[in-house]
């Protein structure tokens, strides 16, 4: 029974809300306990930040073997998103045709379903991407 | 105390299939059906939306577009025929996504199409008798109608979100009445996947006098005519009842016009009055009246006399998609993807 | 520390072996391993096992008492230990019997390493695979294994150029060698074309830069050094050790187009050793896509960053060559049974630099690397051995 493992995680996953590190002012997603550079001084001191939700994409893939949760779904574009505070977030570029999706694109947050423990367990709700509307133009190579 | 429309936020799915190709798997004139439904087009969800995320995302658009801190939300109330769970709330997942928990009473409605106008009645209750400061009524469904039934051609997905409130209202509602009686046109048994219906009887003694009792029982208790109102909203379980409900009430074509969604998304039910005002808030202007009135089946009538405020100027209306862009933003599937995307194909389950 | 020497290997076949159990694999490559340094088992003082998944696999875990009692020593009471870093399971369990006998403890140890992947179908196998990355952070949300490793691929693409066409010559020169190979799962060559027009798997990866699903376990034998000579006259000797760890996500990292752990368990081990990568004549790198040659032959210091693509593709890394990389085929064409992996790529450098690999032999190899992945680069194994003359 899967059900507080998801639960316990709900606040990152529904809104984003990662961790601010008081002592040096670093953010993280997710949120995490110690400062990775801070070490024993943060302790304690890793507050809630929420994120604004848009960033772009700096890789992504076009999946086409899909695990159980995502096979209506595919072929289906995973990416690491660079968000606008700097962060990156692995999530779903989704309400696009893949071929559209390029490293540079502009996205935005929405909510969608994650995945569901068979048709009669609890339904997994979480972030995923889709283009910021008008799309940017492609970004050149570096 | 003045009660009224402090903000709202619509949600569409972007995908749809027309009447066309759902005709030409059942063998069915699909350009027949088109035409005596008054529907060229409706939205389907993709197999990661439901209630829930509509219902969100219409949320999260509201917020977007006033400055009302999310702690300070009394009530959630949404209203859908296709919740999600049969047994769970759809208002709690909304309630945490929009930052409103945990000081606030949340419940979720079932009155077929008018379960959305439902939650907006209850908020101005609350609202108006001081026991919360906002209320949030949504509007959702991801209806679904059986296979190569009628139904298919209009059953659809979208929603809207209202914030009711007593400050900044940028449409304040006059007042509302209802219509409600026992008449089984319509309805789901639990456990079932699709609805069933009583076919032409959900005509003349379901949406049409239910629809007219209570726009004139209003118009009666506001002392006025239709002429008096800029726009006109009706339930639209097709492109065709609300034409003919508007006409036999006296309003015009112009008049119901902006409001009228369903040629291009088809029925979202609960969803459908709350996204039909939407759209028509998109364009007021101070002072326009609007004429709203929902039907659900079972049977019942919420309408609504409103006027919009100079403080529509200062709702950030571009802060989130309206209606028209939500509209537009469309990819049409074949009958097999949409098929697949519904659940229709009986699939394994689980990994092996 | 003492010096360490491996006295004896041996393994499995990779692939699909409907007819061998979990422990039958174990045991099979374990017992080859003891026969070959001509061992008796009363002389073995510790076990240890590299498996990743077994739990999800076959549905048993403590794996290291299971071994240890089929392979006969459970009447001997030896201590027995399951090592676990996903990919990299093999080549820590190696580590980790490297230092047991370095460092005085124990003097005969076995390291062994097994996976029987194929008792679950191909969804579920992919599914347990991607358990090495982020569960909670990037599983869930859609990211398939090959899916992340596409990720790293596409980004090295944008930023350093590579192009297809050079991912794509990693298979077809890993499964030349592995055509040479008659241990290898695949022992056929495939055309550069063939790699490129293959069913796609997570764009730009397609099928054939997917390791495959494999059954297999392989087995070394430890002793310090200087008591070598009473078991083999080709000891192996360990040069040196090096372990690294880094963020579990793929996002999180600084770059997601070099593995920071490869570059600092490489250098660790390479100071022990006290050679640099110019010294290396053999490498058996963690190729389980053809994008991770790629990244490792760059971060172990091979070649520069960014030009890995290239390299191989001028065959720079092909048997024959000053370096040649994954002699035995690798993970894509030798097989990749998870825990099996990183003792496999010490079985195919002793079998080197003791002069019996065969068509594949390089001659004259002196000094040899192996690197172990566990995840998407979250713990790197990196060992060094070297001809005892």
Redesign the interface.
């Known amino acids: 029974m899967a059900v507080a493992r998801f639960w316990r995680e709900?606040?990152p996953r529904?809104?984003l809300t990662g961790a601010k590190c008081g002592n040096c002012g670093r953010l993280y997603f997710p949120p995490r306990t110690v400062c990775p550079v801070c070490h024993r001084k943060s302790i304690g001191k890793m507050g809630p930040f929420k994120l604004q939700g848009t960033g772009e994409v700096i890789t992504f893939s076009v999946v086409h073997d899909a695990?159980?949760q995502f096979?209506?779904?595919k072929p289906y574009v995973i990416a690491i998103i660079q968000m606008d505070e700097g962060i990156r977030v692995t999530g779903q570029v989704?309400?696009c045709?893949p071929a559209e999706v390029n490293i540079g694109m502009k996205v935005q947050a929405?909510?969608?379903?994650?995945g569901e423990e068979?048709?009669s367990g609890i339904?997994y709700?979480g972030y995923?991407f889709m283009p910021l509307?008008p799309p940017a133009a492609p970004r050149p190579p570096e | 105390m003045e009660v009224g429309i402090v903000s709202y936020g619509a949600y569409l799915p972007?995908y749809r299939i027309a009447p066309q190709e759902i005709g030409r798997v059942w063998g069915t004139d699909g350009d027949a059906m088109s035409r005596n439904l008054l529907i060229f087009s409706k939205s389907v969800p993709?197999?990661?939306?439901?209630v829930?995320?509509i219902s969100?995302?219409a949320a999260?658009n509201m917020m977007r577009r006033c400055d009302v801190d999310p702690c300070d939300i009394g009530a959630i109330y949404v209203g859908s025929e296709s919740h999600?769970?049969a047994v769970k709330p759809t208002g709690t997942?909304v309630a945490?996504?929009i930052?409103a928990s945990p000081n606030l009473t949340v419940a979720d409605y079932e009155f077929a199409c008018k379960a959305g106008t439902a939650g907006i009645q209850t908020c101005m209750g609350l609202v108006g008798s001081g026991m919360i400061e906002y209320g949030v009524a949504i509007g959702a469904d991801t209806s679904q109608g059986a296979p190569g039934d009628a139904l298919e051609y209009s059953a659809s997905a979208g929603g809207a979100a209202y914030l009711i409130g007593s400050k900044n209202i940028v449409a304040r509602i006059d007042r509302t009445c209802s219509f409600t009686t026992d008449t089984p046109d319509f309805w789901r048994r639990e456990g079932q996947c699709y609805p069933s219906h009583g076919g032409r009887f959900t005509g003349e003694p379901a949406y049409f006098k239910h629809i007219m009792a209570a726009s004139q029982s209003l118009m009666e208790k506001m002392s006025s005519k239709p002429a008096d109102y800029a726009h006109a909203v009706f339930h639209q379980p097709n492109g065709k009842f609300p034409v003919r409900v508007a006409k036999q009430l006296g309003f015009s074509e112009k008049q119901i016009e902006a409001g009228l969604l369903t040629p291009f998304i088809g029925n979202t039910y609960s969803g459908a009055v709350p996204l039909g005002l939407a759209s028509v808030l998109d364009i007021a202007k101070p002072g326009d009246r609007i004429f709203a009135v929902a039907y659900g089946s079972g049977a019942g009538s919420d309408a609504f006399d409103i006027t919009v405020t100079n403080e529509i100027l200062e709702l950030r209306r571009d802060a989130a998609?309206t209606v028209k862009?939500l509209v537009e933003?469309k990819?049409f599937l074949d009958y097999a993807t949409y098929a697949?995307?519904r659940g229709k194909i009986r699939?394994k389950?689980?990994?092996? | 520390m003492r010096e360490v020497a491996i006295i004896g290997i041996g393994d499995t076949k990779f692939g699909e072996l409907w007819d061998m159990s979990f422990r039958q694999l174990g045991i099979q490559a374990g017992l080859a391993a003891v026969a070959d340094a001509n061992l008796t088992s009363e002389e073995i003082d510790a076990l240890y096992v590299g498996n990743m998944s077994a739990g999800k696999y076959i549905e048993q875990e403590h794996i290291g008492a299971l071994i240890a009692d089929y392979s006969g020593m459970a009447r001997d009471h030896i201590p027995a230990t399951r090592v676990e870093a996903a990919g990299a399971s093999g080549g820590l369990a190696f580590r980790q019997g490297y230092i047991a006998v370095a460092s005085g403890m124990h003097d005969i140890v076995v390291v062994g390493g097994a996976e029987k992947m194929t008792d679950?179908?191909d969804?579920?196998s992919g599914?347990i695979q991607a358990t090495a990355a982020d569960q909670q952070w990037e599983t869930t949300f859609g990211a398939t294994f090959p899916a992340l490793h596409a990720m790293i691929a596409r980004r090295h693409m944008f930023k350093y150029g590579t192009t297809r066409e050079q991912l794509a010559s990693v298979a077809v020169k890993n499964h030349k060698h592995g055509s040479l190979n008659p241990k290898a799962q695949f022992q056929k060559e495939i055309k550069l074309d063939a790699v490129i027009k293959a069913a796609p798997v997570a764009e730009p990866l397609g099928m054939f830069d997917c390791a495959p699903v494999s059954d297999g376990a392989a087995a070394v034998v430890l002793c310090p050094l200087e008591r070598a000579r009473k078991y083999t006259d080709t000891p192996v000797k360990v040069l040196g050790s090096g372990q690294a760890s880094d963020t579990l996500a793929l996002a999180h990292r600084k770059s997601i187009t070099q593995f920071d752990a490869t570059s600092i368990a490489a250098r660790q081990a390479f100071k022990q050793a006290g050679i640099a990568a110019s010294d290396v004549q053999i490498a058996e790198v963690h190729y389980n896509f053809t994008i991770s040659e790629i990244l490792a032959i760059e971060d172990l210091g091979f070649f520069p960053k960014g030009t890995g693509g290239k390299a191989t593709q001028d065959g720079l890394t092909s048997l024959g060559a000053k370096l040649a990389v994954n002699t035995s085929g690798g993970l894509k064409a030798r097989g990749d049974p998870m825990g099996a992996t990183g003792i496999a790529q010490v079985v195919e450098l002793v079998t080197q630099l003791r002069g019996e690999a065969g068509k594949r032999q390089v001659s004259g190899a002196e000094r040899a690397l192996a690197q172990n992945v566990g995840g998407t680069g979250a713990t790197v194994v990196v060992n060094i051995l070297g001809r005892v003359n």
């Open positions: 709900n606040e529904y809104n695990p159980s096979e209506l779904q989704i309400d045709d929405v909510i969608r379903r994650l068979g048709a339904i709700y995923k509307t | 972007r993709s197999p990661d939306e439901d829930i995320t969100i995302e999260r999600p769970y997942v945490e996504a930052g998609p862009d933003h990819k697949k995307f699939m389950g689980g990994a092996e | 679950v179908g969804v579920l599914e």
